[in-house]
C-alpha cells in the first residue's frame, strides 16, 4: 500500500500578474526535490473574476529549462510564446509547453470571456527536465479535453493526460517517465491507483472530498503527498469529487532556479539571463 504521507490545505492565496490568485504548493508544502520532476505547483483555487474589457492575466516573461503544463477547469485563457505556439485553452483542456532552451509567454484571461466574468480554476504545474534535454528546442502540445483518454468506472471516469490508466496511454508526449490524470467520481465512486514505489505522487482535491485508502480524508482544495514505499491506493469519493493525480520517476540531478530559469548550475542560470537579455529567447508583441 502507498501510504499518506501529508494532507495540507492550501496556504495564503497570491496574485501572479492580475488574473491568476493561486495558492503554491510546490515547493510551499513539499520541496521541489521531493517531489521531483514536479518542481512547481500553483493552484488557482475557485475565484470569482468580475468583468472586464481589458483581459487580466501576465505579460510577456521568460522561460527556460522545464515544461509549464496548465490544466484549465474553469474559465478560459489565451496565450501564446515566441516559438509560435498558442490559442485559448478551455474548460478541461490542457497546454503542455516544453519552455526548454528558451522561449518567451504570456497567458490573460480569453477575450470574451474576460467581458463576462465568471469562476475560474486553474492549475499551472512545472515539470523539469534532464540535463541532457534543457536545451532542446520549444514545443508546444495543446491537448483538449475530446483528446484525453476516458477510461470509464463503474462511478465516474479517468481522463488521462500524460502516462497511462490500466494500459491507457494518454496523448502527451513526455521526456521522463510520468503520470498526469483527473479521477472523476460520482457521490461513492472509487478509483484504484498503481504507480512504482519510488515514483513521486501526489494529489489536489479539485472539488468535493474524498476517502484514501479507506481510512485518510482530504477535503477540497487540500493537497496529498504519498510516501515512496508500496504501490497501491485508492481513492472514494464521498461525494462528486475531482482529483487531480500526479506521479513521476524522479530526475536526481541537481535543481538550481532563479524566477523563470530551471537548470543544473549557478553558471547556466547566469547563461540564461544572459541570453535572455541579448534577444536569444525571440521576440513577442505585449
Known sequence: MKNVEIIAKPQAAHFVGDGFRVH???PSIASASRMSPFIMLDYNSTYHFPPSEIPKGVGVHPHRGF??????YKGRVEHGDSSG???VIKEGDVQWMTAASGILHKEFHETEWSKTGGDFQM????????AKDKMSTPK???IANNEQTKVKLDQGEIEVIAGEYQ???GPASTFTPMHVMNAKLEAGGKASFSFPAHYNTAMIVIEG???INGKDKAPTDHFVMFGNEGEEFN????????VLIMSGEPILEPIVSHGPFVMNTRAEINQAFEDFQTGKFGYLAD
Open 140 to 142: 508546444y502540445q495543446a
Open 67 to 72: 515544461e509549464t503544463v496548465t490544466i484549465a
Open 209 to 211: 472530498n474524498v476517502l
Open 167 to 169: 494500459g491507457n496511454k
Open 85 to 87: 505556439g498558442g490559442g
Open 24 to 26: 503554491n504548493l510546490i
Open 123 to 130: 492549475v499551472q504545474l512545472w515539470v523539469n527536465l534532464p
Open 235 to 242: 481513492v472514494q469519493a464521498l461525494d462528486e469529487a475531482v
